[in-house]
């Protein structure tokens, strides 16, 4: 199992993400502020449904994966708290912003210790979990908002460059999270500094198209049919749900943690494509985006005619542009397949699950979570610093260096390597199996 490296860019990414969670908060006041001075109850009602929502979801899975860690916490920003206390704090539901702290804390340390390696290994570490779950409230929280700001836009019938541009702008966003994903996944790869940027790039792009297509779809149906529209996410989730426990998935610890990832699989999966199981899924990625593609080809059907056949709309435009409208919609998923063929094409590394960084012996996987400790020997031959009868004393010579006739450090210390500590998010591994393998 190789040593995770923590370089400067992620280090980089990490801040960045930070910015962008704090920056989330601000805007998710200031709309909330809006709705209400502007008296839109019913928009004000959906959107901390959103927020309330996400943010329970996310508290639950950070809490459970505390739990199935029996509460090990080795930064300092998570020890200053009781068991008792960080319970209170995920009810409370600002217990993931201690996660970021310890993220924060951990990635300064591995640039300012004179063990970095140890450190970098644990920021990996953390950073892994903090990336599933910005994952899951991407698509719990950020995805379903920007639905809601299109269909508000689109039903206000002023459609400026400006609102275009921040749409444009939240789709990124949600894009970068995906992306942020899978840079985390490679760093299972045993050869990750082989792995051009452009990989990456690539996989923003197919994101990028798919999900702007699947959100702009969404959020035209909702505009002319918004009750139809709650109706339509209940059955697609319904479905879903059902084929993420055929799955058969094996991601959390407790048999409820399960039920809910696969109830959080299908959220995902209403979005985008997320892959839950090891082995060749390319059928199963097939079937899915054949039913994304006729999903979205029928929202977009039944907008167009709606808009060409309804007395009153909130705005009115010709046959051919709302025509034109919806094939360009169907147009953009069709083009996001083509980027991830090219990315499956040219880019993804098909790998078996021993070859990925992480593999642990069956005893490890049955002792602690995330953690495997490995010392080397003392050799007391190849060791320059100590004579025969220092190896052949020990016990003596380490009583006289404890009572301080020697100096501890200059005589034991001195031989010993750092312990190549070494830990594995069994999770991300997990997850890495599924898309690598």
């Not at 790869?189 to 996989?203: A, G, I, M, R």
């Not at 009868?389 to 200059?410: V, W, Y």
């Amino acid at each position: 199992m190789g040593v995770f490296k923590y370089s400067l860019l992620d280090f980089l990414f990490t801040c960045v993400g930070l910015v962008f969670f704090l920056l989330d908060i601000g805007l998710d006041i200031w709309t909330v502020v809006t709705f209400y001075q502007e008296k839109a109850y019913a928009s004000l009602g959906i959107l901390l449904l959103f927020l309330l929502g996400s943010s329970v979801l996310v508290q639950a899975f950070s809490w459970l994966w505390y739990s199935y860690e029996d509460f090990n916490r080795e930064t300092k920003a998570e020890k200053c708290l009781s068991q008792k206390q960080l319970k209170l704090l995920h009810v409370l539901q600002l217990g993931i912003y201690f996660r970021h702290a310890g993220v924060v804390e951990v990635s300064l340390r591995s640039f300012f210790t004179k063990q970095p390696c140890i450190h970098e290994d644990f920021a990996v570490y953390l950073s892994h979990d903090l990336s599933m779950l910005r994952l899951i409230e991407t698509f719990s929280e950020s995805a379903p908002q920007l639905v809601l700001m299109l269909t508000i836009t689109l039903q206000r019938g002023h459609l400026e460059p400006v609102t275009v541009l921040k749409a444009v702008g939240s789709a990124s966003a949600i894009a970068f999270s995906m992306t942020m994903y899978h840079r985390s996944l490679r760093s299972f790869l045993p050869e990750k500094e082989k792995q051009k940027l452009t990989s990456s790039v690539v996989f923003f792009a197919w994101n990028l198209f798919l999900i702007a297509s699947r959100l702009t779809a969404l959020a035209l149906f909702a505009s002319m049919l918004p009750c139809f529209i709650f109706t339509h996410f209940f059955c697609s989730w319904l479905l879903l749900f059902f084929f993420a426990w055929r799955s058969k998935t094996d991601f959390m610890d407790s048999a409820c943690g399960e039920w809910l990832y696969r109830a959080t699989v299908g959220l995902i999966w209403y979005f985008d494509w997320f892959n839950v199981v090891e082995g060749r899924t390319r059928y199963r990625t097939a079937i899915y985006h054949g039913y994304m593609l006729a999903d979205i080809s029928l929202l977009c059907g039944l907008w167009c005619w709606k808009m060409t056949s309804a007395e009153h709309t909130y705005f009115q435009v010709s046959p051919l542009y709302a025509v034109i409208t919806a094939v360009s919609v169907v147009a953009v998923y069709i083009l996001g397949i083509c980027f991830k063929l090219i990315y499956y094409k040219y880019y993804h590394p098909n790998l078996v699950k021993e070859q990925l960084k992480g593999q642990a012996s069956d005893e490890a996987a049955q002792g602690p979570q995330f953690e495997t400790f490995h010392t080397d020997e003392i050799d007391f031959a190849s060791n320059p610093q100590w004579d025969q009868g220092d190896a052949d004393d020990f016990p003596q010579t380490l009583m006289r260096a404890c009572i301080g006739d020697i100096g501890i450090a200059d005589r034991i210390g001195s031989c010993l390597p750092a312990p190549e500590v070494k830990r594995c998010n069994k999770r991300m591994r997990k997850l890495a199996e599924n898309f690598y393998s």
